[in-house]
C-alpha cells in the first residue's frame, strides 16, 4: 500500500538553503544597519512619545504662553516664510537658465549658503549684527551718523531676521531644484511662442507654470515638512529670544530639555504632529500619482 505525503507534510529546507549566497551576505551586511537604526531612531523615538503619554503635560503647555508664541511663529514661517521662499526660487531659477558663462560663475557663488555648514554661518551673521560692534551697525553710523537698531532685541524684527536667514540658507537648494525642472521644458514650445510674439509673462503663464506647477507644489510642501524641523535658524540667531518670544516648536523642545522638563520637550514635539502628518499626507498624495 503507497502511502502519498502532501506538500505539508513534507519538511521545507531551512532558511540558510533557500537563501542564496549574495542573498546571506546581503542581509549580514544589513544587520549592523538595521541595529544602529533601531538604537538611535526607533528606540529614541519610541522613548519620547512614552514620556509625552501623561495628560499634565499637555495641561502645562496649554498654561504656558511661550507655547502659544512658539505655535504661532511656527505658522508664520510655514506661510511667509516658506512661500516667499519658494516665489523667489522659482524666479531665480528663471534667470539661472540663461545661457551666459558669467551666469555660471554667479551660480558658483550663489550656491555656497547652503554648502557652508549651517553653524558658522548663521553664527557670523548674528556677530554682524550685534548692535555695539557688528558690521551692519558700523556701516549705518558710517554713512549716516546715527547708531543702528538693535536688530535682535525687537521680537517681529528678530523673527523677521531669523525668516531672511532661513531663506538665505535654503534658498539655493530649492532654486537648483526649480531650475532642473525649467530645463526638462523643451524649447520648441518658448520657440514657437517668440514667433507668436508672446511676452515673458505670457511664456510663463502658458508654458513655464503648466509645466512646473506640480514640481512648484510638492517642494513646497517639503520644504514645510524640513522646516518644522529645522532649528539652526531660530536658535543660532536669536537663541529663542528676546524673553522667549521667538521659538518655534523645534527650538521650544530645547528650551525644556535646557530647564530640565523632558516630558514638556516631548510634548512639545508630539504638538508638532498636527502641522506635520497633513503635510506628509498631501505630499505621498501628490507623489502616488
Given at each position: 500500500?503507497?502511502?502519498?505525503l502532501?506538500?505539508?507534510?513534507?519538511p521545507?529546507?531551512?532558511?540558510?538553503a533557500?537563501?542564496?549566497?549574495?542573498?546571506?551576505?546581503?542581509?549580514?551586511?544589513?544587520?549592523?544597519y538595521?541595529?544602529?537604526?533601531l538604537a538611535?531612531?526607533?528606540?529614541?523615538v519610541?522613548y519620547?512619545l512614552?514620556l509625552?503619554?501623561?495628560p499634565?503635560?499637555?495641561v502645562?503647555?496649554y498654561?504656558?504662553?511661550i507655547?502659544a508664541?512658539?505655535?504661532?511663529?511656527?505658522l508664520?514661517?510655514l506661510?511667509?516664510?516658506?512661500?516667499i521662499?519658494?516665489?523667489?526660487?522659482?524666479?531665480?531659477?528663471?534667470?539661472?537658465?540663461?545661457?551666459?558663462?558669467?551666469?555660471?560663475?554667479?551660480s558658483?557663488i550663489f550656491?555656497?549658503p547652503?554648502?557652508?555648514?549651517s553653524?558658522?554661518?548663521?553664527?557670523?551673521?548674528?556677530?554682524?549684527?550685534?548692535?555695539?560692534?557688528?558690521v551692519?551697525n558700523?556701516?549705518?553710523?558710517?554713512f549716516?551718523?546715527?547708531?543702528?537698531?538693535?536688530?535682535l532685541?525687537d521680537?517681529?524684527?528678530?523673527?523677521a531676521?531669523a525668516?531672511?536667514?532661513?531663506?538665505?540658507k535654503s534658498?539655493?537648494?530649492?532654486?537648483?531644484?526649480?531650475?532642473?525642472?525649467?530645463l526638462?521644458?523643451?524649447?520648441?514650445?518658448?520657440?514657437?511662442?517668440d514667433?507668436d510674439?508672446?511676452?515673458?509673462?505670457?511664456k510663463f503663464r502658458y508654458?513655464?507654470?503648466p509645466?512646473?506647477?506640480?514640481l512648484?507644489?510638492?517642494c513646497?510642501?517639503l520644504s514645510m515638512?524640513?522646516?518644522?524641523?529645522?532649528?539652526?535658524?531660530?536658535?543660532?540667531?536669536?537663541?529663542?529670544g528676546?524673553a522667549?518670544l521667538?521659538?518655534?516648536?523645534?527650538?521650544?523642545?530645547?528650551?525644556?530639555?535646557r530647564?530640565?522638563q523632558?516630558?514638556?520637550?516631548?510634548?512639545?514635539?508630539?504638538?508638532a504632529m498636527p502641522?506635520?502628518?497633513p503635510?506628509?499626507?498631501?505630499?505621498?498624495?501628490?507623489?502616488s500619482?
Amino acid at each position: 500500500m503507497a502511502i502519498t505525503l502532501s506538500a505539508s507534510d513534507v519538511p521545507s529546507p531551512p532558511l540558510s538553503a533557500r537563501l542564496s549566497p549574495p542573498q546571506v551576505w546581503g542581509i549580514v551586511l544589513l544587520a549592523p544597519y538595521l541595529l544602529v537604526f533601531l538604537a538611535f531612531v526607533v528606540y529614541p523615538v519610541g522613548y519620547g512619545l512614552w514620556l509625552a503619554r501623561h495628560p499634565a503635560s499637555y495641561v502645562a503647555l496649554y498654561h504656558d504662553p511661550i507655547f502659544a508664541r512658539a505655535a504661532i511663529n511656527t505658522l508664520i514661517f510655514l506661510v511667509i516664510g516658506i512661500n516667499i521662499k519658494m516665489l523667489i526660487a522659482l524666479f531665480l531659477s528663471g534667470f539661472f537658465a540663461q545661457q551666459r558663462p558669467w551666469i555660471r560663475w554667479l551660480s558658483v557663488i550663489f550656491i555656497l549658503p547652503w554648502a557652508v555648514p549651517s553653524i558658522p554661518t548663521i553664527l557670523s551673521v548674528r556677530f554682524m549684527l550685534n548692535p555695539e560692534w557688528g558690521v551692519v551697525n558700523q556701516l549705518i553710523f558710517k554713512f549716516t551718523g546715527d547708531d543702528g537698531p538693535n536688530w535682535l532685541n525687537d521680537p517681529s524684527v528678530a523673527l523677521a531676521m531669523a525668516i531672511g536667514v532661513h531663506i538665505w540658507k535654503s534658498l539655493p537648494f530649492w532654486t537648483l531644484i526649480l531650475l532642473t525642472g525649467r530645463l526638462a521644458i523643451s524649447h520648441d514650445l518658448y520657440e514657437a511662442s517668440d514667433v507668436d510674439g508672446a511676452n515673458w509673462w505670457q511664456k510663463f503663464r502658458y508654458i513655464t507654470w503648466p509645466s512646473m506647477q506640480t514640481l512648484y507644489i510638492t517642494c513646497t510642501l517639503l520644504s514645510m515638512i524640513w522646516t518644522l524641523g529645522d532649528f539652526n535658524s531660530v536658535y543660532l540667531l536669536t537663541g529663542g529670544g528676546p524673553a522667549d518670544l521667538t521659538h518655534v516648536l523645534s527650538t521650544l523642545g530645547i528650551r525644556y530639555l535646557r530647564l530640565d522638563q523632558l516630558s514638556l520637550a516631548m510634548a512639545s514635539i508630539v504638538c508638532a504632529m498636527p502641522f506635520v502628518l497633513p503635510l506628509v499626507y498631501f505630499m505621498m498624495k501628490r507623489l502616488s500619482r
